[in-house]
């Protein structure tokens, strides 16, 4: 198996490389070896599906301490090294920041999302100095480490719809560059659709550029190959995998009550195949 260093530069080469990096997201150990066995050589989380599974909404409703263990579980179940969705970083404070990515390195994952989300309705975003200098401290823990762990700042503008569309661009590109300044190894636009867009965040942001390429309830427009071709260097897809399959779960218990049928199971992989997957996850 490979060491964390190994799976941690694997990782970090990627973003300097040619070709975008397609990051599908995780919710428990089982949904990483299903895409692990799908060919993805790199697999993040998600902080919403894990959140779901757990029962709970997303947004910090699980503490530090119960993300990582989960995140650490879905490390361990897949040689693909994983990066993770650590939301606001369990905490507004700088040291909150470097203790989540200081316990993300003992969880054996190879990056992690920090966004600059507050929660909060009246102040949606953290201050940008006070923002930087979270990014700051988590950068100085990865440091301290030795380990390429690539910190992925996430900039929330357009997903709090903080303004227009182009101070959400302006703003975005202001936070972006801030973050980067501060020691981001990537740097994560979510909520932006516009082509246009996204050729201005590729083009004045000083540093790699990963995007969200799907949300649940929507499709996305562009594909991984158009996002490619506007210059993005990285593409996940949150929490709407995770929605899907609790739609179906949905769609499937609706089915069962109402009608007593079970055409939900005609796409589904038999337990047969499903513990030979699992079994063969198990003996790398």
């Not at 650590?86 to 994952?109: C, F, I, M, N």
């Not at 009246?122 to 990014?135: C, K, N, Q, S, T």
Request: proline share 6%; glycine share 10%; aromatic share 4%.
């Amino acid at each position: 198996m490979p060491t964390l260093h190994e799976k941690a530069s694997a990782f970090a080469e990627r973003h300097r490389g040619p070709g975008i990096i397609v990051l599908p997201n995780a919710w428990d150990p089982g949904t990483a070896v299903v895409l692990a066995e799908a060919g993805f050589p790199f697999i993040a989380t998600t902080s919403a599906g894990i959140a779901f599974a757990q029962g709970v909404p997303d947004g910090q409703h699980l503490s530090r301490s119960r993300m990582l263990e989960i995140a650490a579980q879905i490390a361990a179940a897949v040689e693909a090294p994983v990066t993770a969705d650590l939301e606001a970083g369990y905490g507004p404070h700088p040291e909150d920041v470097a203790a989540t990515v200081t316990g993300a390195l003992a969880a054996g994952v190879v990056g992690c999302n920090i966004e600059d989300s507050t929660g909060d309705r009246d102040r949606p975003l953290f201050e940008l100095e006070l923002a930087a200098e979270r990014i700051r401290a988590g950068a100085e823990a990865v440091a301290a480490s030795g380990v390429p762990f690539v910190l992925n700042a996430r900039v929330d503008p357009y997903l709090v719809r903080l303004g227009t569309p182009e101070e959400n661009l302006a703003e975005s590109i202001r936070r972006a560059n801030a973050y980067r300044e501060a020691g981001a190894g990537c740097l994560y636009v979510p909520g932006v659709t516009d082509p246009e867009a996204i050729r201005r965040l590729v083009r004045e942001i000083d540093g790699p550029l990963n995007v969200l390429g799907a949300m649940g309830g929507a499709v996305s427009a562009l594909s991984a190959a158009e996002l490619e071709a506007l210059g993005v260097r990285r593409v996940s897809i949150g929490g709407s995998l995770a929605v899907a399959a609790l739609a179906l779960v949905r769609r499937a218990g609706a089915e069962l009550r109402e009608h007593g049928t079970f055409s939900y199971t005609r796409d589904a992989m038999s337990n047969r195949d499903a513990n030979a997957l699992m079994l063969r996850a198990l003996r790398q």
